[in-house]
């Protein structure tokens, strides 16, 4: 099979995952290595404290291919993906959980079945094998969007699983908001607001099988409702 030509950055915000990073790791560097001629795979720890840290930091020893970012601190996902995006030195831009809910087999497929495109929104096929809290959490978030958002979101069945999104639209899509919920949606209505060429694509969703997922916390909830207001709030403004 022929290797893309495409120069893609992967990325992987973690925080105490070293159940599940070692086979993260090598299952991505492998698809990479095969589908991929330049690549790179970007690491945030969000201030692990168990050695997950020191997992990565091996592997980026030996792997010039692998970047490693630190939070002295856990700042949660926004601000994880916030630096790594902007770390990223890409022309396309993904990001996976440590877990891979998407199996990074898919991603030469999504990137090559759907070009042109300035931002690929991946949707989740089925989202089985979620607890029955996080798939009501799920619901609450596209709920939410769709009341605040509803011209812009029509079109979207899930806003947080992932996107492919193109290096040189980053700057004007990039979000404000940093909360776990809202950080993603906020780029896909940037860039529908801006007219840009976004794209919808479905792919299996991988449930975890390892660990506990640090998401769906009540305060993660409260977080990204209050930055869907305020950015709703804000796109009032600019209209008067």
Request: aromatic share 10%; net charge positive; hydrophobic share 40%.
């Amino acid at each position: 099979m022929n290797k893309s030509g495409e120069f893609v950055s992967v990325i992987i915000p973690v925080y105490n995952e070293k159940n599940l990073i070692n086979d993260a790791i090598l299952e991505t560097l492998e698809v990479l290595e095969k589908d991929f001629d330049k690549y790179e795979l970007i690491i945030i720890d969000d201030g692990s404290t168990d050695n997950t840290f020191e997992i990565i930091s091996r592997y980026a020893d030996k792997n010039k291919n692998i970047i490693v970012l630190k939070h002295a601190n856990n700042q949660n996902l926004g601000s994880s993906l916030y630096d790594g995006f902007l770390k990223a030195a890409g022309d396309y831009l993904i990001f996976n959980s440590a877990d891979l809910p998407l199996s990074p087999e898919n991603i030469k497929t999504l990137l090559e079945n759907n070009k042109p495109f300035d931002l690929l929104n991946i949707e989740r096929r089925k989202y089985s094998g979620a607890s029955a809290w996080r798939q009501t959490v799920s619901l609450l978030n596209k709920i939410l969007l769709h009341i605040l958002f509803p011209l812009n979101t029509k079109d979207f069945r899930d806003m947080n699983f992932t996107v492919i999104i193109k290096k040189r639209i980053l700057e004007s899509v990039m979000p404000q908001s940093k909360s776990p919920g809202f950080f993603m949606p906020e780029m896909l209505l940037r860039a529908k607001y801006k007219k840009m060429n976004v794209k919808i694509a479905q792919a299996e969703y991988n449930p975890r099988h390892k660990g506990k997922s640090h998401f769906g916390k009540i305060k993660d909830i409260i977080w990204s409702l209050y930055d869907m207001i305020c950015f709703r709030l804000d796109l009032n403004t600019r209209r008067k």
